[in-house]
Structure formats: structure tokens, C-alpha cells
Antibody
Framework: EVQLLESGGNLVRPGGSLRLSCEAS????????MNWVRQPPGKGLEWVSS????????FYADSVKGRFTISRDNSKATVSLQMNGLRTEDTAVYYC????????WGQGTPVIVSS | DVVMTQSPLILPVTLGQSASISCTSS???????????LNWFQQRPGQSPRRLIY???NRDSGVPDRFSGSGSGTDFTLKITRVEPEDVGVYYC????????FGQGTRLEIK
């Protein structure tokens, strides 16, 4: 059974930093692209970032480019999202998803950016 | 960037009846490999999203055959037949041919 367990969400001040992690199990992690998707309170889904299976290529939404960095550790089956320069509009539940077409989702971790 | 437009945004449906959600992309979703990466997701209240349909018309494992996807080019449809109470939630289309973009979501409710 595929499991994706996000962690690291917290309350942070504008301009601050946070690192999210996603621990994966139940599949061959090293063969899949992994992604982060976010959902602001009461709103829709927004793709944030993706990383290919060997970490050769990373992609970012324009809204986070230059502030967020995605990375992965295939030996530990984890994918991370380093978030710097956080803004109030980054407030959202952040989901980790598996595969290039988002076939499986974690339960999400909440990030609140507020002074 | 590709814009995905869903309609309607709110969909009241009588139990046992059918429902259709439309999704239109601002440009062709045919990828360089010839595939169309158009997916549908369901988000029940208080839950994470789950994928129902991938590559236009392929149902994910465990998805009832009441759900079906169709379309080509820039126009796509999710159809739900014999709507049940468990179908209540928000449905999103998402294109994965040119990076990724979600539609605004369609809220299905029971009349």
C-alpha cells in the first residue's frame, strides 16, 4: 500500500523559512517523479513543484520560483521542500504526491504564514 | 501557461441521476509522446484529493465504473452516472502535458 507522510508544517512569520518533508513507502520510490501541491484555506489546488526520479530535473510554479527548493533522497525515500521568504499567500495545506500524474496523495501538512 | 476552465462551478444533482462536468484547456494538451495528460480528481469533504481518471479516460484502481472520462484536443468531460451520497465533494481537472494546471473545481451537491 502506498503511503506518503508529510511533516514540517507550522506557523511562521512572513519572511521566514520552513522545510517540509514527505516520507514514502509501499512503492519503488527511486523510479517515480514526486511533487508538492498546495491548497489555501477554502480554495482550490495549486501545483507547487516537481522533481524527476533521479533529481536531474526540477520544476516550479512561477509563484514560488526562486524562493522554494525541492529535493529528494532516494536512499531514504523522502522528498523535501525548502521554503524561504515565506509570504502570507503561501498559507495552505501542502500535499506530497506520487508520480508524474499525481496518482497518490498524502494527508497534507498545514503551513500558516502570519505575523 | 495553460489555463483550465471548469463548468459548472456548482452542480446540484438528484440522487440516482447523472452529472457531467466540463473542462476546457486554453491550448491543446497533446504531449510530445502523443498522449493527452488530462486527469480528474475527487476531493471529499475533509479528505485529501484522490485521482479518479488519468489520460482522459482511464479509471484508477478501485474507482467505480459510474465514473467515466472523455474528450480530446481542448475539451474534456467527467460523467458520473447514478450519483450516490458518497460522490459529494469537489472535482478538479488537471493537465499534466505542459507542467501542471488545475481547474477551479466543481462542487457536487445533492439536491
Amino acid at each position: 500500500e502506498v503511503q506518503l507522510l508529510e511533516s514540517g508544517g507550522n506557523l511562521v512569520r512572513p519572511g521566514g523559512s520552513l522545510r517540509l518533508s514527505c516520507e514514502a513507502s509501499g512503492f519503488t520510490f527511486r523510479t517515480y517523479t514526486m511533487n508538492w501541491v498546495r491548497q489555501p484555506p477554502g480554495k482550490g489546488l495549486e501545483w507547487v513543484s516537481s522533481i524527476t526520479n533521479t533529481a536531474t530535473t526540477t520544476f516550479y510554479a512561477d509563484s514560488v520560483k526562486g524562493r522554494f527548493t525541492i529535493s529528494r533522497d532516494n536512499s531514504k525515500a523522502t522528498v523535501s521542500l525548502q521554503m524561504n521568504g515565506l509570504r502570507t499567500e503561501d498559507t495552505a495545506v501542502y500535499y506530497c504526491t506520487k508520480g508524474a500524474q499525481f496518482g497518490d496523495w498524502g494527508q497534507g501538512t498545514p503551513v500558516i504564514v502570519s505575523s | 501557461d495553460v489555463v483550465m476552465t471548469q463548468s459548472p462551478l456548482i452542480l446540484p444533482v438528484t440522487l440516482g441521476q447523472s452529472a457531467s462536468i466540463s473542462c476546457t484547456s486554453s491550448q491543446s494538451l497533446v504531449f510530445s509522446d502523443g498522449n493527452i495528460y488530462l486527469n480528474w480528481f475527487q476531493q471529499r469533504p475533509g479528505q485529501s484529493p484522490r485521482r479518479l481518471i488519468y489520460k482522459v479516460s482511464n479509471r484508477d484502481s478501485g474507482v467505480p465504473d459510474r465514473f467515466s472520462g472523455s474528450g480530446s484536443g481542448t475539451d474534456f468531460t467527467l460523467k458520473i452516472t447514478r450519483v450516490e451520497p458518497e460522490d459529494v465533494g469537489v472535482y478538479y481537472c488537471m493537465q499534466g502535458s505542459h507542467k501542471y494546471t488545475f481547474g477551479q473545481g466543481t462542487r457536487l451537491e445533492i439536491k
